[in-house]
C-alpha cells in the first residue's frame, strides 16, 4: 500500500476536492443541456397541434428503465463496499453495474428501431420527433462516458492503491451513474407526458 506524508495528504485532497467540483460542474452543464431541449421542444409544439410528437414511445424504454433503476442499486452496492474497503463485492457490483448499462444501450438501440420502423426518423417534417433521438442519442454518449468511469474504477481497484483513492473513485463514479439514471428518467416521464 502506498503511503501518503502528511503534506503530500493536504495536496492530494485538495485536488480530489477540484475533481469533485469538475465532475459536479460537468453535471449541471449536462443538465443545463438537456433543460435547453426540453425548453426548446415545449416551444416547438405550443406553435401548433401538427407540431406534438404524434407517435406513441417503443415498450422497449420501460425495459430499459428498469436496467437503469437496477443498475442504481448495484453501483451503490458496490460504493458500499468499497468504503468498506472489500474489494471482491465491489468488483463483482461494478461488473454487474457495467453488464446492466450495456443493457441499458442494446435495448435504446432496439427502441431506435423501433421507432424507425413506426416511420419516426431523425430527419422528418416533424422536428418534434427529431428531439427523441436527440434526448436519447445525447443520453447515450453520456452512458458510454459512464461505462468508461466504471471500467476505469473496476481496472483500478486493487490492494496496490490507497484505500482513500479507491473509495474516492467509486464515490465518482457512483455520483455521475446515478446522474444518468435520475437524467434517464427525467427524457423518460418528459417525453411520455408529452406522446
Not at 495528504?9 to 469533485?20: G, Q, R, W
Amino acid at each position: 500500500m502506498i503511503m501518503v506524508q502528511p503534506k503530500d495528504s493536504y495536496d492530494y485532497l485538495a485536488t480530489l476536492k477540484a475533481k469533485k467540483f469538475s465532475l459536479y460542474v460537468f453535471l449541471v452543464v449536462s443538465f443545463m443541456l438537456f433543460a435547453a431541449w426540453s425548453s426548446g421542444f415545449i416551444v416547438y409544439t405550443a406553435g401548433g397541434e401538427d407540431k406534438g410528437l404524434k407517435t406513441l414511445l417503443p415498450h422497449t424504454f420501460i425495459f430499459s428503465t428498469l436496467s437503469i433503476l437496477l443498475s442504481s442499486a448495484t453501483i451503490h452496492l458496490s460504493y458500499s463496499a468499497a468504503k468498506i474497503g472489500n474489494l471482491a463485492k465491489q468488483k463483482l457490483w461494478l461488473v454487474m453495474t457495467i453488464l446492466l448499462g450495456a443493457l441499458f444501450f442494446v435495448l435504446q438501440y432496439n427502441a431506435w428501431m423501433e421507432l424507425a420502423r413506426s416511420g419516426v426518423m431523425f430527419i422528418n417534417n416533424n422536428a418534434s420527433q427529431s428531439f427523441i433521438y436527440v434526448f436519447v442519442w445525447a443520453h447515450q454518449a453520456h452512458i458510454f462516458a459512464g461505462v468508461i468511469v466504471l471500467l476505469n474504477a473496476l481496472f483500478k481497484a486493487n490492494n496496490k492503491q490507497p484505500l482513500i483513492k479507491n473509495r474516492f473513485r467509486m464515490e465518482l463514479a457512483s455520483v455521475f451513474w446515478h446522474f444518468l439514471d435520475i437524467l434517464w428518467i427525467y427524457i423518460y416521464v418528459f417525453l411520455l407526458l408529452n406522446q
